[in-house]
């Protein structure tokens, strides 16, 4: 069965440090999403991508997070500089196109210490 | 932005049904129920989603009230690996629909 990658799958970074992600969507997945999940609560959209074009990036905080989906593929979510509070898991989960079920990665655990 | 209210927690007897509850009093017409479940530390899986009727796959079974304001989730025989927290979502838009997660509810299958 198809599966969205994700990697790294553990990240300690220190404070200001950058740090990035990487997704891999399953093949032929149109709409890309990432979401962070903070211990003990319900992930959040960060951004939702379709094909290379974001489509929602309202939660992002832009002063310090970046996503990009060049060639509509896969996506990178990038964080300069972490803080403390950035401490999370970052999931990204494809789906066919808008309107279709959503598949999760397993997930990327940030520490920011 | 959640849409649904669920319990934060119940727990359910390994072979027994585990029925978990969810409440969008405020769906509309055309917003889909999912539901999600997620295992400690993995990306959460999905089970099963619905409109209006009722529906059953090898997972669960989703049964929909007829007003559409609240549904039930139904794990036919839970087993130990069944404890997870599970999320009911309501899927909002018409275009470039968005899948918000409250805090679910954390199942504890017991032996």
């Known amino acids: 069965e198809a599966e969205v990658a994700q990697s790294p799958r553990y990240k300690i970074t220190e404070k200001s440090q950058a740090v990035a992600f990487w997704c891999d969507p399953i093949?032929?997945?149109?709409?890309l999403y990432w979401y962070r999940q903070i211990l003990g609560q319900g992930p959040e959209l960060l951004v939702q991508?379709?094909?290379?074009?974001?489509v929602d990036d309202s939660q992002l905080p832009k002063d310090r997070f970046s996503a990009e989906r060049l060639k509509g593929v896969d996506s990178t979510l990038k964080i300069q500089p972490a803080e403390l509070g950035d401490s999370a898991m970052y999931l990204c989960?494809?789906?066919w196109g808008d309107g279709n079920t959503i598949y999760f990665g397993e997930g990327s655990w940030l520490t920011v210490v | 932005d959640a849409k649904t209210t669920q319990p934060p927690s119940m727990d359910c007897a390994e072979g027994r049904a585990a029925n978990l509850p969810c409440n969008h009093s405020?769906?509309?017409?055309?917003?889909?129920v999912y539901w999600y479940r997620q295992i400690h530390s993995q990306g959460p899986q999905y089970i099963i989603h619905?409109?209006?009727n009722n529906e059953t796959n090898e997972m669960a079974s989703l049964i929909i009230t007829e007003d559409r304001k609240s549904s039930t989730l139904i794990l036919p025989h839970a087993t130990l690996r069944d404890t997870a927290v599970y999320y009911c979502?309501?899927?909002?838009?018409?275009?470039?629909?968005?899948?918000?997660f409250g805090s679910g509810t954390k199942l504890n299958v017991k032996p």
């Open positions: 989960a494809s789906s």
């Open positions: 979502i309501v899927r909002v838009g018409y275009n470039f629909n968005k899948f918000y």
């Open positions: 619905g409109l209006k």
């Open positions: 093949s032929g997945h149109a709409t």
């Open positions: 991508f379709q094909d290379e074009s974001v």
């Open positions: 405020t769906i509309s017409g055309n917003e889909y």
